[in-house]
């Protein structure tokens, strides 16, 4: 029994930095997938296939959902609204619209503001250091997205503040509530279970979205584009859904379960990792030298926020 605990301790946290490493792909398929879909609708056909894959796990925990209180339901409907749909259309425009490596670097603002969020709705407590080491973070996430600085007196756009750079932002405001409201959907509902129903959550929202701008019809959800690479389309899609969706969906939270938060958080940063090896390596988004220290920095005053937190958090 003992060996068992000490062998996943050992291995937990590879787990989790596995899970977010294959997290960090989806860029690879996403960039390509911008060419074929509207962003909405890659959503939407994540959301599908996802949810495919999550039935068995889905079925299984049905008998769960009636336990399930009025409060938890607002807090999953939230993360299935705000993570899971519409913070995902706003990082696949910001890929779209923006350096993509500046775009994953940036991201790293989340926890800053899951943090932040988990205090006021929470109330938990917020370290001395916190705000010293989150408006560091800030501000070298200011300096990553300017590409010239010294021209941003000129225009944002001659420094090279992109569309992208704000989608980006939207981005990880959804996507930090949406930890805070994951948070929240934990206490009152099992792993799987909560997993399977954020996934019918903003698959339902991305039907509604869908439906309001008028795009729920064939000549949208599988445009000319799509029809003409459709083999190229669905490969893609899958790629998505499987290895930067659901798997390490699953390897990630496994993972989590035998690591101690104080340590998953430092594993979970191979997510960025392995989106700037993709993104510089592959589609050649590089950063000006002044962004590659900035981001440095932002990546440590993340790391140290987290640190500084699991001092004053129980357990």
């Known amino acids: 029994m003992d060996n068992r605990r000490v062998s996943g301790v050992i291995y937990g946290p590879w787990l989790v930095g596995l899970g977010a490493a294959l997290w960090g792909t989806e860029s690879a398929w996403r960039i390509p997938l911008n060419d074929l879909f509207a962003a909405d609708v890659i959503v939407f056909w994540e959301h599908v296939l996802i949810l495919i894959m999550f039935l068995p796990l889905l079925i299984s925990r049905l008998g769960e959902i ?12 939230f993360s299935g609204f705000a993570g899971s749909a519409v913070g995902t259309i706003f990082f696949t425009l910001a890929l779209k619209h923006g350096n993509p490596t500046v775009v994953n670097v940036i991201l790293n603002i989340q926890p800053v503001i899951s943090t932040m969020a988990a205090f006021l709705i929470f109330g938990d407590r917020l370290a001395t250091r916190f705000f010293l080491y989150a408006s560091i973070a800030i501000l070298a996430g200011v300096f990553v997205s300017v590409a010239h600085p010294a021209l941003i007196g000129a225009s944002f756009e001659r420094a090279g503040l992109s569309r992208g750079t704000g989608f980006a932002l939207i981005c990880a405001l959804f996507w930090g509530l949406s930890t805070v409201a994951g948070r929240g959907v934990m206490l009152g509902a099992s792993l799987r279970l909560a997993s399977s129903l954020r996934i019918v959550v903003g698959l339902t929202c991305m039907t509604l ?12 959800l599988w445009p000319i584009a799509a029809q003409a690479h459709a083999a190229k389309a669905i490969v893609l899609l899958v790629l998505l859904a499987s290895v930067s969706g659901g798997i390490p969906l699953l390897i990630y939270f496994e993972g989590l379960r035998l690591t101690r938060a104080s340590t998953a958080g430092y594993f979970e940063m191979m997510q960025t990792l392995a989106a700037v090896c993709i993104t510089w390596g592959f589609f050649r988004a590089s950063l000006q030298p002044h962004q590659v220290v900035a981001a440095l920095i932002l990546i440590a005053a993340v790391a140290l926020v987290h640190h500084v937190q699991q001092q004053v958090e129980p357990g």
């Open 209 to 220: 979205i869908l439906l309001a701008y008028g795009k729920l019809h064939v000549a949208a």
């Open 66 to 77: 009636r336990k399930i209180d009025v409060r938890t339901w607002g807090y999953l409907l």
